[in-house]
């Protein structure tokens, strides 16, 4: 491991960076649920638990507010997005470090997760402008036809580790410009970042002035508090990010009282590297999407497709490169390759290896690094495996940096085998061959939500749409026209004639 040495006190430090972001000392000091920092294992902080009727009563105070917020104005709605936006500018560096700290990012993605917040504010306070409907020809004379956007309710927000500040902000600036409020539940794993973030809002919240009480509100608790949000009937709308187990629990959960539901769930993810490739650019893009965040992003780059004329080109380099990525503590070192998040994805790995190793896998990398005195930080060698053919464990998604590499030699053969997974998210191919790429991106090409052509999977911008089909789950947050599923549709058909006449030529004369 890259610096073994550590210096950082990740207790001291946690402390330090939650006073200063203005987290109040008694919610995380002396609770009944324990934090740790993946990239030490220890413990770093208790914070108090929500009960289920303590959380019913916040979602029936966030209903109220929503009463309040929907007739503010949306431009001054965006107004508090903008000073949320300005908050978070303020405080990039600190937050970023609590998402190392809390999540095991290194320092640039944990910094990038934040930039990925303000950009997002950004897009909103734009957005808060631009809430169109549109005006519909009628087939009426003297009659205007048209749709409006009202405000949805409560929107809830049940988020992943990995992604843990980023996702709630995808979520909350939107819903709060289209004028809803919100209420978090962050995972368990990652609960200080969230109190950050509620803190950060807070602030901007009272710069605004005269916003409602409990427009956005945290549950910090485990499944059962999830579960009442779930099932609140004054939540219309559930964003939900985590693995496809859980939205098969939460998606019916939600359609049985015909509440709307953003699901983002898993993702295996994969990418054809064709005869024409850049090869030094598929490199690069390759490594970041399969061995970045460790391999713990919902995008990351799983299974690998390569043509069989550039195989023995692309694949050593890529070994080469899976010896040599520093692993190490983001907090001290400038390592690529941080923590895994805890024990559990550590088994989920070495499970995924063995069973890839039974179909006939060939395995570089994969080694746990251990510390003396940190013995409950997961750190590892991330794992490149040649497979002879899909099968076992890399038709599933396992949350770890596993990349299965396949050999291919018809492309129609490789998109099939592309899209023979449940999951359907993100997608690339690298080619110079407009042939390959625009049949990859066309209605019989990728099946995913994020189809890319010469970048990787993983490192979406906010200004698109982001979501995935199948057992992805089939939402979409973030950009382009996103907004729509946070607000309610009314047609409008306003008669200003002296007449009545019906449509589609009906008469009824009394
Ligand atoms: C996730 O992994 O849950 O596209 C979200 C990306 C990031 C978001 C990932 N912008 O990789």
């Known amino acids: 491991m890259d610096n073994a040495k550590t210096t950082v006190d990740v207790k001291k430090e946690t402390a330090a960076l939650l006073e200063k972001l203005g987290v109040a000392r008694a919610a995380w000091s002396d609770g009944d649920m324990p934090s740790y920092s993946p990239v030490s294992g220890e413990e770093i902080a208790k914070l108090i638990s929500i009960t289920p009727d303590k959380a019913t009563a916040v979602i029936d105070a966030a209903h109220e507010a929503f009463k309040e917020w929907r007739v503010v104005p949306a431009p001054r709605r965006g107004e508090l997005v903008r000073l949320l936006g300005e908050e978070l500018r303020a405080?990039?560096?600190?937050?970023?470090?609590?998402?190392?700290i809390e999540a095991g990012?290194?320092?640039?993605?944990?910094?990038?997760?934040?930039?990925?917040?303000?950009?997002?504010?950004?897009?909103?306070?734009?957005?808060?402008?631009?809430?169109?409907?549109?005006?519909?020809?009628?087939?009426?004379?003297?009659h205007r036809m048209m749709e409006t956007w009202h405000p949805l309710g409560v929107v809830g927000i049940i988020s992943a580790f990995n992604f843990p500040v980023a996702v709630w902000s995808w979520n909350a600036a939107l819903a709060l410009v289209c004028g809803n409020s919100v209420v978090w539940k962050p995972s368990e794993k990652t609960p200080l970042t969230a109190l950050a973030c509620q803190a950060i809002l807070e602030r901007a919240i009272a710069r605004f002035g005269g916003a409602p009480d409990n427009l956005s509100q945290v549950l910090i608790g485990d499944r059962a508090i999830g579960e009442v949000l779930v099932d609140h009937p004054k939540v219309p709308l559930v964003s939900a990010t985590g693995s496809t187990r859980m939205g098969k629990d939460v998606g019916p959960r939600l359609a049985k009282r015909f509440a709307r539901a953003i699901l983002e769930l898993g993702g295996n993810n994969a990418g054809i590297v064709c005869p024409s490739a850049d090869l030094d650019m598929a490199l690069r893009a390759i490594a970041f999407g399969a061995m970045g965040t460790a391999g713990q992003r919902c995008t990351t780059l799983r299974r690998l497709f390569v043509h069989e004329s550039v195989y023995d080109q692309l694949v050593p380099r890529l070994k080469k490169a899976?010896?040599?990525?520093?692993?190490?503590?983001?907090l001290e070192t400038t390592a690529l390759v941080g923590p895994l998040i805890d024990k559990a994805a550590f088994d989920g790995m070495e499970k995924a290896i063995a069973a890839a190793r039974k179909e006939g896998g060939v395995v570089t990398g994969g080694e746990r690094i251990t510390e003396a005195g940190k013995e409950s930080a997961y750190y590892v060698k991330p794992a490149l495996v040649e497979m002879p053919e899909q099968a076992g464990p890399?038709?599933?998604?396992?949350?770890?940096?596993?990349?299965?590499?396949?050999k291919y030699s018809d492309f129609s053969a490789a998109l099939k085998d592309h899209n023979a997974v449940g999951a359907g998210l993100s997608s690339s191919i690298f080619t110079l061959d407009m042939q390959e790429s625009e049949l990859f991106l066309s209605a019989?090409?990728?099946?995913?939500?994020?189809?890319n052509v010469n970048i990787g999977t993983s490192g979406a911008e906010?200004?698109?749409?982001?979501?995935?089909?199948?057992?992805?789950?089939?939402g979409r947050e973030s950009g382009s026209d996103a907004w729509r599923a946070?607000?309610?549709r009314a047609t409008n058909t306003i008669n200003y004639s002296k007449a009545l006449p019906l449509a589609q030529g009906v008469s009824f004369d009394i």
């Not at 405080?91 to 190392?100: A, C, E, F, I, N």
């Not at 890399?394 to 396949?406: D, G, Q, R, W």
């Not at 019989?444 to 189809?451: P, V």
């Open 322 to 330: 899976y010896q040599s990525v520093s692993v190490g503590n983001p």
């Open 486 to 488: 946070y607000m309610r």
């Open 444 to 451: 019989e090409g990728s099946d995913c939500g994020i189809a």
């Open 462 to 474: 906010i200004g698109g749409a982001f979501g995935g089909e199948k057992e992805t789950g089939g």
């Open 394 to 406: 890399v038709l599933e998604e396992t949350f770890a940096p596993i990349l299965y590499v396949m």
């Open 105 to 142: 990012k290194i320092t640039s993605e944990g910094l990038g997760e934040v930039q990925e917040m303000i950009d997002i504010c950004d897009f909103a306070v734009g957005l808060s402008r631009q809430l169109y409907g549109l005006t519909i020809a009628t087939e009426r004379p003297g």
């Open 91 to 100: 405080h990039k560096t600190d937050l970023g470090r609590l998402v190392s």
